[in-house]
């Protein structure tokens, strides 16, 4: 394993998010507290508690899993897409690194921002609202999961991107849409029957009761089941980078 480059990649990506501070976190942070604003006061003042949770507290799972997937499929996409873009991924290909070491940098690089965005996402919410933490380690779990699996998917959007339009169409068109009909902002119990069979096949739904689970101990999806689903991601984005990398897919050219 060398270190040294792994440790080149990641201190320079990390460097980026020192230099646009303001798009990397004060942007996020001011976005988040809209949101409670929004929805804490405007409809936690019509909806009192959800599943004995009250509605202020009830969404600062999901608003942390909105900006934890958001950011780190950004993060990982442009951190390995701008190099393709100007060239200088060539140097990084003809290096003595393997794959595994480049992938390590500029993922654990991505995931990383994410998760002290999130840190700084949950410190936020304290202001707002009051809330606990049933099971750390299990947020803890939910949290590095979802930064690691979703920077990975990130990477790979990177790569098959070839023009700055593509890079925001899977998150935008697709990702954003997921989390909002997840479950960040209600319950699934509180649709009709016919709309939760619907909203079981969104994977976001997952990751979000699972991460909820482990603040109030309430979810709308087995625990259990919410881990497999994380689990099932990062194997299915690992299978595709190593694929990615063995075939050259749109790094050869």
């Known amino acids: 394993m060398n270190f040294q480059a792994v440790k080149a990649i990641y201190f320079f990506e990390m460097a980026r998010m020192r230099r646009t501070l303001l798009q990397s976190v004060i942007s996020p942070v001011l976005s988040t507290s809209l949101y409670f604003i929004v929805f804490g ?106 930064a690691v699996t979703f920077s990975l998917f990130g990477f790979i959007i990177g790569i098959w991107a070839d023009n700055f339009e593509k890079l925001q169409l899977i998150p935008m068109l697709i990702v954003t849409p997921l989390v909002f009909l997840g479950g960040s902002f209600y319950s699934i119990e509180m649709l009709p029957p016919f709309w939760q069979t619907v909203t079981h096949f969104n994977p976001v739904l997952y990751l979000i009761s699972g991460f909820r689970w482990s603040f109030y101990e309430t979810a709308d999806v087995s625990v259990s089941i919410s881990i497999a689903m994380i689990t099932f991601f990062l194997a299915i984005c690992l299978t595709l980078v190593w694929w990615i990398f063995r075939s050259g897919y749109r790094l050869k050219t």
Not at 98 to 119: D, N, Q, W
């Open 41 to 146: 006061a405007a409809i936690g003042s019509r909806i009192e508690e959800v599943g004995g949770v009250s509605y202020g507290a009830f969404i600062v799972p999901g608003l942390m899993m909105l900006t934890l997937l958001q950011n780190s499929i950004a993060n990982a996409s442009f951190g390995i897409y701008f190099p393709k873009f100007i060239g200088t991924i060539y140097e990084v290909m003809s290096a003595p690194i393997s794959f595994l070491e480049i992938v390590l940098g500029y993922v654990g690089a991505a995931a990383t921002k994410s998760l002290i965005l999130g840190v700084i996402i949950l410190a936020t919410a304290g202001i707002f609202v009051p809330f606990h933490i049933a099971h750390p380690f299990w947020m803890l779990f939910f949290l590095v999961m979802t």
